[in-house]
């Protein structure tokens, strides 16, 4: 079975730039995550889709995040503008249904702001 | 919303030696409580995970043990290797699947 796939795997913009992540959840995995981790802490969570529908973002900064799965299957993040506070690995996971049921993680972009 | 909260936030330990991390959550509606190991620059790896209809679950060397009056449960890691060594995370899980994760322990296991 593959697993979660991201992309791309490093990206370095300026302050104040735009940058797009991907993400292709495992097949069938209806819930997808979004989480950011600012190095030496653990994952906070950003948005969660199940299917096409977003469960919680809560803690998406939207004034600059904007997310997307618009056919319930891959997604894409967006951060415009950037901030040097957005300097950060983020994470995509997927869970086969709304659980409780492991999440399994993408490889992760790792996003330095200069 | 849970609010989850890990101990110690670094552990060093000699090869050999048992480990033991510990998380306390505060919503009593979680019933999923995952451990993830990470190794430095790699994606969390699932370790062992329990539910809340379980009191106790162990796989080889690593078992996790939850007190859902407490609201609390722990990781404990016996006959440590330094392969061992790594950020290991916890996280409560309940309606519609959301997690929360600690903030994480460093482990050193020393040769």
């Known amino acids: 079975e593959a697993g979660v796939a991201q992309s791309p795997r490093y990206k370095i913009i300026e302050k104040r730039q735009s940058v797009a992540f991907w993400c292709n959840p495992i097949s069938g995995h209806a819930t997808l995550y979004w989480y950011q981790q600012i190095l030496g802490q653990g994952p906070k969570l950003l948005i969660q889709?199940?299917?096409?529908?977003?469960?919680?973002d809560s803690q998406l900064p939207k004034d600059r995040f904007s997310a997307e799965r618009l056919k319930g299957v891959d997604s894409t993040l967006k951060i415009q503008p950037a901030k040097l506070e957005d300097s950060a690995v983020y994470l995509c996971a997927s869970s086969l249904n709304r659980g409780p049921n492991e999440q399994f993680f993408g490889p992760g972009t790792r996003l330095t702001v200069l | 919303g849970e609010n989850v909260e890990q101990h110690p936030s670094t552990l060093s330990v000699q090869e050999g030696d048992s480990a033991v991390i510990k998380c306390t959550y505060s919503d009593s509606a979680s019933n999923y409580f995952p451990w993830y190991k990470q190794e430095l620059g790699k994606r969390p790896q699932l370790i062992i995970d329990?539910?809340?209809?379980?009191g106790e679950k162990k796989d080889q060397r690593i078992a996790v043990t939850l007190n859902k009056t407490a609201k609390h449960f722990s990781l404990h890691i016996t006959e440590t290797q330094p392969e061992d060594s790594a950020v290991y995370f916890c996280?409560?899980?309940?309606?519609?699947?959301?997690?929360?994760f600690g903030s994480g322990t460093k482990l050193n296991v020393k040769p």
């Open positions: 329990i539910r809340s209809n379980v």
């Open positions: 996280a409560a899980s309940g309606v519609f699947n959301k997690f929360y």
């Open positions: 889709f199940q299917n096409n529908g977003v469960v919680d």
